[in-house]
């Protein structure tokens, strides 16, 4: 089973009529891992504190609604983390947050995870924002020291970060517990403290060394890379699609690529290192195919396992 910890929350999205209406849509990075490994049809189960009110509610409706199992949801009367998102003309997001005293960021270490959880995705503001963050974090720690394959993918939103320094020594602290690390080519930059542009390549392989079996890239539309436990650099084109935006894109890239870790046996931060070029591509293809349906339709929305069936056929 793959645990995916932090938290859901209410994106508020241009309606695209033009007179300003927001639309609530569900959200935030680690609920919508879930959904997509959910989605794809492999055992997933969501760690956080939703709330009681109606948002939080719907947020619990859709995890089982996409085969997301409750058993480490916890819930509370605090309100749901809302974010407002603002789109580019080529379908970027950018997001404002109203996060004083939500529900996610109360959560309680749940203790030892159960004994079928084989694998733990964390990321984004659970990382960040605290009681909530120390509590992930303690997680993170003693789950790895447990043999679990660990994930990371920061989704940096330097908005809620006051000391980008603190932050950023804080990342470095996580990597030797951390078996996959899966980064977009903006956060690896912003990680590293380079100007746009720059090459984060270096960067990478210096993170790997110190603790993760492999490293995921999204490149945006330049499409994904991995460097692999040999050190090589792999990399795969995008799919060419229409896009409506990119909300969730890289949420998809992370649990597309824990469900084929999942559905391959290798669900492990040894096997992980193990995989090859060949079985590196085929991980990378199954996730861009998995975000481009994603970035199609609004909001994030990430696919079903038939829809990628239908996709190959």
């Given at each position: 089973?793959i645990?995916?910890?932090?938290?859901?929350?209410?994106?508020?999205?241009?309606?695209?009529?033009?007179?300003?209406a927001?639309?609530?849509?569900l959200?935030?990075?680690?609920?919508?891992?879930a959904?997509?490994?959910?989605?794809?049809g492999?055992?997933?189960?969501f760690?956080s504190?939703?709330?009681?009110?109606?948002?939080?509610?719907?947020?619990?409706e859709?995890l089982?609604?996409s085969?997301?199992?409750?058993?480490?949801?916890?819930?509370?009367?605090?309100?749901?983390?809302?974010?407002v998102v603002?789109?580019a003309?080529?379908?970027?997001a950018?997001?404002?947050?109203?996060?004083?005293?939500?529900?996610?960021r109360?959560?309680?270490?749940?203790?030892p995870l159960?004994?079928?959880a084989?694998?733990?995705?964390?990321?984004?503001?659970s990382?960040?924002?605290e009681p909530?963050?120390?509590?992930y974090?303690?997680?993170?720690?003693?789950?790895?020291?447990?043999g679990l394959?660990t994930?990371?993918?920061?989704?940096?939103?330097?908005?809620?970060?006051?000391?980008?320094?603190?932050?950023?020594?804080?990342?470095?602290t996580?990597?030797?517990?951390?078996?996959?690390?899966?980064?977009s080519?903006?956060?690896?930059?912003?990680?590293?403290?380079?100007?746009?542009?720059?090459d984060?390549?270096?960067?990478?392989?210096?993170?790997?060394?110190?603790?993760?079996?492999?490293?995921?890239?999204?490149?945006?539309?330049e499409?994904l890379?991995?460097?692999t436990?040999?050190?090589?650099?792999?990399?795969?084109?995008?799919?060419?699609v229409t896009v409506?935006?990119?909300i969730?894109?890289?949420d998809?890239v992370?649990g597309?690529?824990?469900?084929w870790?999942?559905?391959?046996?290798?669900?492990?931060?040894?096997?992980?290192?193990?995989?090859n070029?060949?079985?590196?591509r085929?991980?990378?293809?199954?996730?861009?195919?998995?975000?481009?349906?994603?970035v199609?339709?609004?909001?994030?929305?990430?696919?079903?396992?038939?829809?990628?069936?239908?996709g190959?056929?």
């Open positions: 089973m645990v995916v910890a932090g938290e859901g929350l209410v994106d508020l999205v241009p309606s695209g009529t033009g007179d300003g927001l639309l609530p849509r959200g935030g990075g680690p609920y919508n891992v959904i997509a490994a959910g989605r794809l492999v055992p997933v189960s760690l504190r939703i709330s009681t009110d109606a948002f939080g509610d719907a947020l619990v859709r089982t609604e085969g997301v199992g409750l058993g480490l949801v916890q819930r509370g009367p605090e309100p749901t983390t809302l974010a603002t789109l003309a080529d379908g970027s950018r997001y404002g947050f109203y996060v004083e005293g939500t529900a996610d109360l959560v309680a270490d749940p203790g159960p004994a079928e084989a694998a733990l995705s964390f990321g984004t503001l990382m960040v924002l909530g963050a120390s509590a974090e303690s997680v993170l720690r003693r789950e790895s020291a447990r394959l994930a990371l993918d920061p989704n940096v939103r330097p908005v809620l970060i006051p000391d980008a320094e603190a932050y950023r020594k804080r990342f470095q996580w990597l030797p517990h951390v078996g996959l690390l899966k980064v080519v903006e956060d690896a930059r912003w990680l590293a403290g380079l100007d746009e542009d720059a984060v390549l270096p960067h990478l392989r210096a993170w790997q060394q110190a603790g993760p079996a492999a490293i995921v890239l999204t490149r945006g539309g499409g890379a991995a460097l436990g040999q050190g090589e650099l792999v990399e795969v084109p995008p799919v060419r409506a935006d990119t969730g894109a890289g998809t992370q597309a690529v824990l469900a870790l999942h559905q391959h046996g290798a669900l492990s931060a040894r096997a992980v290192r193990e995989l070029a060949e079985q590196w085929a991980a990378l293809a199954y996730a861009g195919a998995a975000a481009a349906i994603t199609s339709r609004a909001g994030a929305e990430p696919p079903y396992a038939a829809e990628l069936v239908r190959e056929a």
